[in-house]
């Protein structure tokens, strides 16, 4: 069974007197382990439908199952548990906070969480070195490039030993080349840790990495391919 | 780790929190300033009362107050010598001088005019009426006998100055009339002009001679520190009592009507300033903290997609608001501290006070319950004032507030 499980969702919005429908009845499962793309163009619904993998937002109609709970009937604060409990989440602008030095950053989810301040200590600086940081650990974000921003906020995800890694066009404010680092560096962690990934990306050179392809198109599932 | 994240923040914006610290200084140091400002008056104004003319305690006959006005010969303290010796044995008791009121008519064979006479015990009453100030001759002096000051007004009435003779003539206590040669000593001013156009004063020997009595009416009572007024009028009266001594005793602030009246319009004036204040630093913080969430919308986001509650989100900005108090209190108390100080250094030279006619010199009292609300104030506010942009930032809607980023 799934770890992830999207039975007829549909997502709507309402600008003034129009509604829009982003999804329209999407269903998909995804398997544990998998590292998988959503693509399709520009407001097709992918940012949409990783806010729901992420529990960020909740469907108007339809179910969305993460590890078996069905999050349509959570509250924010459950919600918030099960973000910080089973999900990571990897972000286009990388979002790190500007206040707080990378280790501070990769360390932030742990503190919600609690936790003795040595074993914290230790899971950051083990994911740094995962993401080949370890060296700046005490810098602020603004001194970093952008590449070595989103290998914080890699690791950021990795800290909790999520089971679910969730990014919204991770390379879109990357070079090519870059871009194509950061999804290789989340391959190999996707190998060895075994946590599932979900990414979108409108960049096709990139998707060839997925293990499986997801096309969206106006809010419904066009193309689903496992290569 | 929000408390270090608070903390960073506040320095993000430096300029801003600068002004917000300012405005929550400024607040506590007008506090300091005002409220020190007007309690040194509340007390120069009690002591000026209470050391030139009131004492801090008078002791009457029973009875007096109510009817000594039409019948004042009726309740007389019979025994003086031996209760001013009660009453000076008493610790905190500094001086206890006699008074004996009187009127009659004042003249100088060509010219008469009604006066109201105080016979005084000139080596106590000297230290008590300070507000007796000389302008020609000299103050009455133990030991004088048949000589007398006269109120400025009195003595241009009657064209008198010192060394001149007069006559005083006055009923007796029991209705005849007495008259006495008495020779001009000096001629004095206080505050009122309406007192000086009709008042002497005399030894307190010579208005009992003139009244035919050997009582007195009113002991006047001077204490070391006006705190102990309540302590020390416990004390009298529980000695009087027990000595059988039909006495009654009345504090100064019975009898300031005027101080008191003046204290109350200014308590109210105070609130009115510490309510301004308050708004103040209410609208600098709030401002300050709507800004900081608007700026910050996109964090926001972020931390509560990782999985930040709102009361997270909602602690995170009581807590910059809290560190915001607390800094802009310790910085307006401290150098509300140094400012009252300095002030009080150089003084702040007053008017006189309404009736009276001396300039003065204004300090800032330091007052611990002043600088205490002052500093709490400026916490509470901060942190009340955070409350609704805090509330508001921990309601935005995360995927929304996610956008804000890219
Ligand atoms: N909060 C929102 N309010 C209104 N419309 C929205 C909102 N979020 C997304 N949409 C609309 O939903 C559609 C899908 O958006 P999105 O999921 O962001 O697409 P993508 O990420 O593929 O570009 C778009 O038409 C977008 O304008
Ligand atoms: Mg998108």
Not at chain 2, 16 to 43: D, H, K, P, V
Not at chain 2, 94 to 111: D, H, K, W
Not at chain 2, 278 to 297: K, Y
Not at chain 2, 343 to 365: D, H, L, N, R, V
Request: charged share 20%; with cysteine.
């Amino acid at each position: 069974m799934g770890i992830i499980k999207i039975e007829k969702a549909g997502k709507n919005f309402s600008l003034g007197k129009t509604i829009i429908h982003a999804l329209k009845g999407v269903s998909l499962e995804i398997g544990k382990g998998e590292f998988m793309a959503i693509v399709g163009p520009s407001g097709s619904g992918k940012s949409t439908l990783l806010n729901l993998i992420g529990c960020i937002e909740r469907p108007s109609s339809g179910t969305v199952m993460i590890d078996g709970t069905d999050i349509g009937s959570l509250s924010p604060d459950e919600l918030a548990e099960i973000r910080s409990s089973r999900l990571g989440f990897i972000f286009q602008s990388f979002n790190l906070l500007p206040v707080l030095t990378v280790a501070e950053n990769v360390e932030y989810p742990l503190h919600l969480g609690g936790g003795e301040k040595r074993t914290r200590a230790e899971k950051v600086a083990g994911v740094l070195k995962e993401v080949g940081l370890e060296r700046f650990s005490s810098h602020k974000p603004a001194e970093l490039s952008g590449g070595q921003r989103q290998r914080v906020a890699i690791a950021r995800a990795l800290v909790g030993s999520p089971s679910i890694i969730l990014a919204d066009e991770p390379t879109a404010n990357l070079d090519h080349r870059t871009g194509e680092e950061i999804l290789n560096l989340m391959k190999d962690i996707n190998r060895k840790m075994g946590a599932t990934f979900v990414f979108s990306t409108h960049d096709p050179k990139i998707m060839n990495i997925a293990d499986r392809m997801v096309e969206l198109r106006d809010g419904e599932i066009t193309f689903d391919h496992v290569s | 780790m929000y408390l270090r994240l608070a903390f960073r923040n506040i320095f993000r914006n430096k300029v801003r929190s600068l002004i917000t610290l300012g405005a929550i200084s400024f607040g506590c140091i007008s506090l300091i300033i005002a409220g020190g400002f007007i309690e040194n008056t509340f007390i120069q104004l009690r002591e000026s009362y209470i050391r030139s003319f009131l004492g801090h305690i008078q002791v009457y006959k029973k009875g007096f107050l109510e009817q000594g006005v039409a019948r004042p010969f009726d309740f007389m303290i019979s025994n003086p010598d031996e209760v001013i010796k009660k009453i000076t044995d008493h610790p905190h008791v500094v001086a206890a001088t006699p008074r004996l009121e009187f009127s009659g008519l004042l003249s100088t064979g060509e010219t008469t005019v009604s006066f109201i006479g105080q016979g005084v015990n000139p080596k106590w009453e000297n230290q008590i009426s300070t507000f007796v100030q000389l302008e020609k001759g000299e103050n009455l002096a133990e030991g004088d006998t048949y000589k007398t000051i006269l109120g400025k007004g009195l003595s241009e009435a009657l064209m008198a100055k010192a060394g001149d003779p007069l006559v005083l003539v006055a009923n007796t206590k029991s209705g005849a009339i007495n008259a006495l040669d008495m020779e001009v000593k000096g001629v004095f001013f206080t505050s009122s002009k309406a007192y000086d156009d009709r008042a002497l004063r005399v030894p307190v020997e010579v208005a009992q001679k003139l009244l035919h009595t050997d009582d007195i009416q009113t002991i006047v009572v001077l204490l070391d520190d006006t705190s102990e007024t309540d302590a020390v009028i416990a004390g009298l009266n529980e000695r009087f009592k027990k000595d059988g001594l039909d006495l009654e005793v009345k504090p100064w602030y019975d009898m300031a009507d005027f101080y008191t009246k003046t204290v109350d319009l200014y308590k109210r004036q105070f609130f009115v300033l510490k309510l301004i204040i308050g708004i103040v630093v209410v609208l600098s913080v709030f401002n300050t903290m709507n800004m900081a969430i608007l700026e910050r919308i996109g964090e926001v986001g972020t931390i509560m997609a990782l999985g930040t509650k709102r009361r997270g989100v909602v602690t995170l900005f009581l807590l910059e608001g809290l560190i915001l108090g607390i800094v802009g209190g310790v910085i307006g108390v401290a150098s509300g501290y140094l400012l009252a100080m300095l002030i009080s250094y150089i003084g702040i030279p007053m008017p006189p006070p309404p009736g009276a006619t001396i300039y003065w010199t204004a300090q800032i009292e330091m007052v611990p319950a002043i600088f205490a609300f002052a500093f709490v104030l400026a916490i509470v506010t901060s942190v009340v004032s955070s409350c609704y942009p805090a509330i508001k930032a921990s309601r935005l809607e995360i995927a929304e507030a996610l956008r804000h980023n890219i």
